[in-house]
């Protein structure tokens, strides 16, 4: 059994959590803030048999696709003499960051 963590844009969460669970998965959601733009993730906690590994990732990999967006360039001493005005940059954002674990064993009380 396989452990599947994946961080997934808010923007693709519902549509992924629904045809995970369309097609017999289980999942958790958790509400997360990603560091680098501080904007809402979900992640998601899908446990699955070694079998049904595979097409689980699939349809992870169908759903959350990767776009461009553009975001404020980090911080800078905006205001002092001899100071430049940041601009604005395009950031791919999207996708899924996951991270598999194997379970060693699992209950359900």
Known sequence: MKLIIAIVQDEDASRLI????????????????????????????????DDRFQPAMDLIERVCKSRKQIAPSPASMVGMPGSYTPYPIEVVVGGATIFVLTVDQFVKL
């Open 18 to 49: 629904g045809q995970l669970m369309n097609d017999g998965f289980g999942v958790t959601k958790l509400a997360t803030t990603g560091g680098f733009l501080r904007a809402g993730n979900t992640t998601l906690l899908v446990g699955v048999e």
